[in-house]
């Protein structure tokens, strides 16, 4: 081989080391939205513009995302076609669903059997609608990320879930979205909305800093992560600059169960109590280390909130 070719042959080599290295760098993360088919304010025009809004914003950033269904807002004591119609959406737009229990009880104030039995009558609905669509109810999520009050019914629950064939959905990267969300449904006009949604921008900027860097701390690298936000109008209108602040950031949008793949979400998670932590924290805490404190909304958008 000549030096002209022994030449080429070296940069071709070292393209393909470093498109490696580069694939190797890429982030990814999942989207999740809780508390379909959303949070509060069901009327019919909300219901259907948030969806919408939701949805258009997921397709036109070729997003694949998973909702968390409630399915005591779909009516009671039967499920109405109109609310069935919005999870409809969700499968229609290529998006999967799970189950977020029936009501939205916290674990740590519910005795287990009745937690149970919360899941049970949560996946009635979502499952026919999967099933018509030639999929499986496979995801669950814990209301308010708690996973129980003590460690022998996290496990004993964990078995429950197990045996009815669905995976616990994590979450990496928590925030206080609901508390911008909440401040957004209160605002007086469109300028404090805007001023609401556009701290909520920096907000999660400074979240994504958090988790970015405790997940290098703590694992030695950046797992695909996952998100978790609500069904409402705030993400209705800010979700699609939220994704372009995440590809500003340099992710890639995979599914739920891509993200699952990773060797991350093999660790061992022995957290209980109070508070609704990161699946990051979780870890942290289960090697003995203390919590670290995250990001908070800012004292106006709290008052605002409350009003």
């Not at 030449?7 to 379909?36: C, K, P």
């Not at 919005?86 to 009880?105: C, I, K, V």
């Not at 950031?249 to 093999?266: M, T």
């Amino acid at each position: 081989m000549n030096v002209y070719w022994k030449h080429w042959l070296f940069i071709l080599i070292y393209a393909l080391s470093m498109m490696g290295v580069a694939q190797e760098n890429i982030r990814q993360i999942a989207i999740t939205i809780d508390d379909l088919p959303l949070v509060r304010g069901r009327t019919a025009e909300r219901m259907q513009r948030i969806t919408k809004g939701l949805l258009d914003n997921l397709q036109q950033h070729k997003a694949p995302a998973i909702g968390f269904v409630n399915e005591r807002k779909l009516g009671e004591p039967e499920a109405q076609p109109a609310q069935l119609a919005l999870l409809q959406q969700w499968l229609d737009a290529g998006m999967d669903l799970g189950n977020h229990t029936y009501s939205h009880p916290s674990f740590y104030r519910t005795p287990l059997e009745e937690y149970q039995a919360e899941v049970l009558r949560g996946e009635k609905e979502t499952k026919k609608l999967l099933a018509a669509a030639g999929k499986e109810m496979r995801y669950f999520r814990h209301p308010y990320l708690n996973t129980g009050p003590e460690l022998a019914v996290k496990s004993a629950f964990e078995a429950f879930l197990k045996e009815h064939s669905y995976t616990i959905a994590p979450v990496t990267i928590d925030n206080e979205e609901w508390i911008y969300a909440q401040a957004y449904d209160k605002a007086n006009d469109d300028a404090e909305r805007q001023k609401v949604g556009e701290d909520y921008l920096r907000y999660m900027a400074e979240v994504f800093d958090f988790y970015e860097k405790l997940s290098r701390d703590l694992l030695g690298y950046e797992p695909p992560q996952i998100l978790l936000i609500h069904a409402n109008s705030l993400n209705a209108d800010y979700l699609g600059k939220l994704c372009e602040m995440m590809v500003e950031r340099g992710y890639q949008f995979v599914s739920l169960d891509a993200a699952l793949q990773d060797k991350a979400y093999q660790h061992e998670d022995n957290y209980v109590g109070r508070s609704g932590i990161s699946w990051l924290q979780r870890w942290r805490i289960t090697r003995g280390e203390e919590f670290l404190p995250e990001p908070t909304s800012p004292e106006w958008l709290k008052t605002l909130a409350r009003s």
